[in-house]
């Protein structure tokens, strides 16, 4: 019987992909002791960048809360990060010396592995991070991202598994970032993959928005990977990955030994079921298989942003349309891998052109920037239709930004412009985030989402100058609050 172990994403990409990044540190706290007794491999914890920027703008929460928390509540499984130190991220680019700060101070909480990769494959620049972060004592996984477009053969994928293992790393992840993989294109591409890479161990991340998800991760290791990346339901399916009960309960059917604990998790899954009924947010299920996905491949999370924006401009009946567009902006910006913030740059786009009724009459920044190769390099370029490249840069804007200086600055630079006593922590806020970070943070109502009716009684009560003596009682409790007469 061979083992099979497992990475577990159910508070990193599992709440990302169904709850748009929306658990808070109070929601991840009393699961984590749970998670942590399961046995997993690994726990994946946070997506630095983005994830920095929702919680500061959007929940009005301070990661490093969060951090701290999971940091000291993990204290039988490693926990890791995904990301990378520089590059594009939906809150920008992070200053090259501020990322590696931020993964500095990551490996001084104990977060000492990372899962990295570069959104075109390119190991060039993915050899830079994976320097950069054994300097400070991060050990990486890189990532082969997985794509579906007529550039995307089997030779493709051969070669960037070959490049990816020259790196040396740790372990490699072949990553259906778009759940676009099936049963036979797995069975067929994997295993040439692994011939190519000696004896690196293979890790399996795989998305289940078409449905597949868990005939994948069964396949996966059927050709040898050792490591499969699950989530806990509610968390898991929808645009998830494949839950952890039913991929664990498949291997042990197929005669694997799949090293996880179950019991915790089900109280897992009572914790985030009730979290999810209570605030309103959605449950992962088992999506049906839909051709249209390998069309316009955009991820499951990022479908409800694009029908806001086409509510707000009143056009909320055409995201079929929009979608259909978005697989024509793809190919014209050369086939990107849709995945952040390279699917959100082609979703927008795709809609600006539905909504203004003319393809690149109007287009956004990050359009721009990508025609520039920001977003790319010479690969993107290279890959874009030249007539649609020449029609987006061909406008004032566009050469208003491509004479903008993208700046770097060090963190000498940054200290001296926020003052020199400023903590590591708060610096990489207001670095990555923004300069009002922490006023953002300081001016941030209370949290009451999740109060139980007995705090919000007691809070009602407290905020009201009169009674100044208050008893509630009820068998096994009784409480009393008394306010000065100030």
């Known amino acids: 019987m061979r083992q099979v172990r497992f990475v577990d994403t159910t508070i990193r990409d599992g709440q990302a992909s169904l709850w748009a990044m929306n658990m808070r540190t109070r929601h ?45 509540l993990a204290r039988h499984t490693r926990l890791r990060w995904h990301g990378h130190i520089s590059g594009s991220t939906m809150s920008g680019r992070v200053p ?67 490049e990816a293992a020259a790196l040396k790393p740790w372990r490699l992840c072949f990553k259906d ?26 890790e399996f991340h795989g998305h289940c928005n078409n449905g597949l998800g868990p005939l994948n991760a069964i396949e996966a290791v059927k050709a040898g990977v ?35 604990d179950e019991a915790p998790l089900r109280e897992v899954t009572a914790l985030f079921t009730e979290i999810a009924r209570r605030e309103g947010l959605p449950v992962g299920v088992p999506h049906e298989y839909d051709e249209r996905l390998y ?56 809609a600006i052109n539905v909504i203004v009724g003319e393809r690149y009459r109007q287009v956004t920044d990050a359009a721009i920037e990508y025609a520039l190769g920001w977003h790319g390099g010479a690969e993107a370029i290279g890959a874009m239709a030249p007539d649609v490249r020449d029609r987006i840069l061909d406008r004032p ?36 985030v923004g300069d009002d970070a922490l006023d953002v943070l300081r001016d941030a109502p209370p949290d009451t989402a999740g109060d139980t009716p007995l705090i919000r009684l007691i809070r009602e009560l407290a905020a009201r100058p009169r009674p100044r003596l208050v008893t509630v009682a009820k068998p096994g409790m009784s409480l009393t609050i008394r306010k000065s007469g100030r």
Request: charged residues 25%; neutral net charge.
């Open 28 to 72: 991840m706290a009393p699961a984590m002791p749970l998670l942590d007794q399961a046995g997993f491999d690994q726990m994946e914890f946070l997506a630095p960048g983005s994830r920095l920027k929702k919680f500061v703008r959007h929940l009005r929460e301070n990661p490093w809360d969060w951090i701290h928390t999971g940091a000291r």
């Open 96 to 162: 090259i010396e501020v990322g590696t700060l931020l993964f500095a101070k990551a490996v001084e909480l104990g977060i000492r592995y990372t899962r990295t990769g570069d959104n075109w494959n390119d190991f060039t620049r993915v050899a830079q991070d994976v320097k950069r972060l054994d300097d400070i004592g991060m050990t990486s996984v890189v990532n082969v991202m997985y794509s579906v477009s007529p550039r995307h053969t089997d030779e493709y994928f051969v070669t960037k598994a070959r």
């Open 177 to 202: 970032v778009g759940g676009l993989l099936t049963p036979e294109r797995t069975r067929e591409l994997l295993p040439k993959m692994m011939a190519v890479t000696g004896d690196i161990e293979w």
């Open 226 to 260: 050792g490591y499969v990346h699950t989530a806990v339901p509610p968390l898991a399916n929808g645009s998830s990955q494949p839950s952890i009960h039913n991929v664990a309960a498949n291997l042990r059917a197929l005669g694997y030994d799949p090293l996880v």
């Open 295 to 350: 069309a316009h491949q955009v991820p499951g999370g990022m479908i409800s942003n694009l029908r806001h924006q086409l509510e707000q401009a009143g056009v909320g009946d055409r995201l079929e349309e929009t979608l259909e567009e978005t697989g024509r902006v793809r190919a014209d910006f050369g086939y990107p891998i849709m995945v952040t913030p390279l699917s959100q740059f082609v979703g927008t786009q795709a």
């Open 397 to 432: 804007r566009a050469r208003e930004i491509a004479r903008m200086r993208r700046p770097d600055p060090t963190l000498k630079e940054l200290r001296a412009r926020y003052g020199r006593g400023i903590s590591d922590e708060d610096l990489i806020l207001r670095a990555i």
